[in-house]
């Protein structure tokens, strides 16, 4: 029984882009304006989250819900989302204030 070898592959190595320091940045107010949608739409679904913890816990309260496993889903749903909320808020704070700390020139 004969083993043939492995056959050799194509290599080509990467080579980085030149850039010109002078170039204006291209893109920056796109993706500024792509994070600020980004971070809206976060809060957004946010809000939609409590909202419906907050009418089912009505219901709850109000006996007209039927099943109290809906209420304790977005109740924990509506909890777990907060919490990842603040988490990304901590941490962005955390950045930003690292930024100012940098040195200048």
């Known amino acids: 029984m004969s083993v043939n070898g492995i056959e050799g592959i194509g290599f ?3 080579v ?17 304006a792509a994070f600020g949608d980004m971070v809206i739409d976060g809060l957004d679904r946010l ?10 816990a009505v219901q709850a309260a109000t006996g007209d ?18 919490q990842l909320t603040v988490a990304v808020r901590n ?13 200048i020139g």
């Open 47 to 56: 809000e939609a989250v409590q909202d419906k913890s907050d009418r089912l």
């Open 16 to 32: 980085a882009p030149q850039l010109n320091p002078t170039d204006p940045v291209r893109g920056s107010s796109q993706a500024g």
């Open 12 to 14: 080509t190595p990467y």
């Open 91 to 103: 941490r962005a704070l955390e950045a930003f204030n690292e930024i100012m700390r940098m040195p």
């Open 65 to 82: 819900l039927n099943d109290i496993h809906d209420y304790t889903i977005a109740a924990t749903e509506a909890s777990v989302t907060t």
